[in-house]
């Protein structure tokens, strides 16, 4: 009886205490914590006028049907939806600007994390087994990847950033990634190679890429002096009918190669010592790379070694090559590449037979190049890395982190495999990029937003694509002989470089179009020029011309907005009160060499756009171009006109006249 008493009475103190303790720690809850603090400084702000009210303590939430997701972030996050608790204290500071409604769609789509969870710990997800842990605000730009596709993402410039390296560091060539596609050989055509490259430059090119061209996006693959001789063996000899050619030393020869090559605007695409483009090789040391006769016959025609390259086909007599070649070979020679050097190595180098070119090969599939050069022997032997498809939602358990001192997350893991992916394993085969940490977080932000999560149609962002556009005939040919869509882009297809020619035939009069192209010119004196002096014959101007008056064009713009295409002195007048007065146009564009530099100069533009382009350009600018810098002033068609009338009324500058 005793005993059953002792128990009893234990068994009512325990009951008594948990009755007692539960309120208790009800009571001490953190998230209850925050609300209290939060509603201390909602008096306050109120106080002060400003229209914060105090909230009842208990929980919040924001369920979301479409994504599945209960979210009691708010429940901490008070003011993450009141603009006027933009400087107030963490956690009850307002969300910063965002196009989306948080009360709709939640939080952890975009930030990860335990949604229902009331502790910071485990919100945050840095839980053992939870497998969503919230996102670093380095990598936040990563969830907006799941709703927009492969478009740029407003605001989102380190996504963007990310995307863009993955598909100038060809990655695809190794990795299937969604979203990027092979669109053609990454690198260049190795086919050839042998009579293209010196061996020694091939030799130290294979061993250290960036040693000879810090910018290069070819990676190291840390070859042992043996295997880069055998490598460079295997790819010497594979040769082309490429003549053999000797270079002229005359210095008049010379001299005139120099003008041929300034004239043609050779730095437009190609650095030397650190100066000029970097849309094509870099020509610094390129007479200790390429082989005399090769560099004749990429001149006279570069498809024929290269049917993919963007370089444009020049129309130069065949004086005129061996004279841009011997400048070439004279000015940007490489002392470092000198024969004796050469010579040893060429002796150095395995001699060819079956078992060498056999060994070679096996070292180029395992080196997966493939992946960015095209060997039309080597055509499908691919060895590939891993499939990419849904590595933004892999299971950092999942992961082998090897011996590395590394936080335990995917970023974490990510960012190392990217910036040193030697370090997992020695005998792994990605090479080494020299990415930057900062290139390094970009790649992984694009990687993470690579995430298996379903998300709901109505959440995805439409990308509207023109038609692309396939010119046959003249016009064609033309196309394809200068290369345009490597710098120009036409309904969705080309490069970025120059300006979009989609609808040039309605923006550009026909005879600036033919001028322009006999002597092109920067239209901003800051500015070098860029666009080439391609020597195109008149027929070929006329074909190009035509067929932009009469085919790129958009029917809603008018050509000329005047009768007899003068606008009237008085509303001239008024667009010029406009100009200067109102609208401040002169912080941005010059005329008569007064205003600022932001925008291209306004002297004669009327001689070059119709005034119905400019009319329409001036009442929404980004809809012809969406990333102008140009401000959208809504205006209504009366100053739209008169500003276009004071345009077209301006003369032409001095050097255009000429």
Same mark, same amino acid.
């Given at each position: 009886?005793?005993?059953? =008493? ?10 008594? =205490? ?9 009571? *001490? ?46 429940? &901490? ?42 502790? #910071? ?22 969830? &907006? ?12 410039? #380190?996504? !963007? ?12 060539? &190794? ?32 061993? !250290? ?24 063996? +295997? ?78 086909? *020049? ?8 004279? #841009? ?6 000015? *940007? ?45 080597? @055509? ?51 090479? !080494?990029?020299? +990415? ?61 470089? =120059? ?38 014959? @008149? ?33 001239? =007048? ?28 306004? @002297? ?55």
């Amino acid at each position: 009886m005793r005993r059953l =008493a002792l128990l009893f009475c234990i068994s009512s103190f325990m009951l008594l =205490a948990v009755y007692a303790v539960a309120p208790l720690r009800d009571y *001490f809850q953190e998230w209850k914590r925050y609300q209290k603090s939060y509603n201390r400084v909602a008096d306050e702000e109120f106080r002060q006028n400003i229209p914060v009210r105090p909230t009842p303590i208990g929980i919040r939430q924001i369920w979301n049907r479409d994504l599945d997701t209960v979210d009691r972030c708010v429940t &901490c996050h008070l003011g993450v939806d009141n603009r006027f608790l933009r400087d107030a204290p963490h956690p009850f500071r307002a969300h910063p600007v965002t196009p989306h409604k948080i009360g709709e769609t939640g939080c952890t789509v975009c930030h990860r994390g335990q949604g229902a969870a009331t502790t #910071v710990r485990g919100a945050h997800g840095r839980l053992r087994w939870w497998e969503d842990p919230m996102l670093p605000s380095q990598y936040l730009q990563s969830s &907006c990847g799941q709703c927009h596709g492969g478009a740029a993402v407003p605001e989102a410039w #380190v996504l !963007n950033a990310g995307r863009e390296r993955i598909e100038k560091s060809g990655c695809v060539g &190794c990795h299937k990634i969604p979203g990027f596609s092979r669109r053609g050989p990454i690198g260049p055509d190795l086919d050839g190679i042998g009579s293209k490259v010196r061996p020694l430059w091939l030799f130290r090119w294979l061993k !250290n890429p960036k040693d000879y061209l810090e910018r290069t996006s070819m990676p190291d693959f840390q070859l042992a002096d043996e295997e880069a001789r055998l490598l460079t063996a +295997f790819l010497l000899s594979q040769k082309a009918p490429v003549p053999e050619a000797t270079v002229s030393s005359d210095r008049a020869v010379i001299e005139a190669g120099q003008l041929l090559y300034r004239q043609a605007r050779c730095i437009s695409c190609h650095a030397q010592g650190g100066r000029g483009g970097t849309f094509g090789p870099d020509l610094g040391k390129v007479g200790g790379k390429v082989r005399p006769g090769w560099l004749e016959s990429w001149l006279r025609d570069p498809k024929a070694l290269f049917p993919q390259t963007r370089m444009p086909q *020049f129309s130069l007599p065949e004086k005129d090559i061996r004279a #841009v070649a011997a400048y070439i070979e004279s000015e *940007f020679a490489d002392p470092a590449m000198d024969d004796p050097q050469e010579q040893e190595l060429v002796r150095s180098l395995p001699p060819l037979s079956r078992e060498s070119l056999a060994a070679g090969q096996n070292l180029y599939r395992r080196l997966g190049c493939g992946g960015c050069h095209r060997l039309k022997q080597m @055509d499908g032997q691919i060895e590939f890395g891993p499939d990419l498809t849904g590595i933004g939602s892999k299971d950092a358990d999942r992961l082998d982190f090897g011996n590395l001192r590394l936080q335990r997350d995917l970023w974490s893991w990510l960012f190392a495999k990217v910036k040193t992916p030697r370090a997992f394993g020695k005998n792994l085969k990605m090479p !080494n990029f020299g +990415f930057s940490d900062e290139q390094s977080r970009e790649i992984v932000v694009a990687l993470l937003s690579l995430s298996d999560k379903k998300i709901p149609s109505r959440y995805l962002a439409s990308e509207e694509k023109p038609s692309p556009l396939h010119p046959q005939g003249n016009f064609g040919k033309l196309l394809k002989k200068y290369e345009c869509l490597s710098c120009h882009t036409i309904r969705g297809e080309g490069g970025k470089l =120059a300006p979009d020619l989609s609808i040039i035939g309605s923006q550009a009069r026909p005879q600036w179009i033919a001028s322009y192209f006999r002597l092109p010119y920067s239209l901003r004196p800051i500015l070098t020029e860029r666009m080439p002096l391609l020597g195109m014959s @008149d027929q070929e101007i006329s074909t190009a011309a035509g067929y932009f008056q009469t085919v790129l064009l958009e029917d809603s713009v008018p050509q000329e907005l005047f009768p007899q295409g003068r606008p009237d002195a008085p509303e001239a =007048a008024r667009g010029k009160e406009l100009y200067f007065n109102k609208y401040g146009c002169q912080a941005c564009h010059q005329v008569q060499t007064a205003g600022g530099y932001v925008g291209p100069p306004l @002297d004669g533009v009327g001689g070059r756009l119709f005034s119905g382009y400019m009319f329409a350009y001036l009442k929404n600018p980004q809809k012809f171009k969406a990333a102008v810098l140009e401000p959208n002033y809504h205006l209504n068609d009366s100053d739209a006109r008169a500003l276009t009338a004071y345009l077209v009324s301006l003369p032409a500058a001095a050097q255009e006249k000429k």
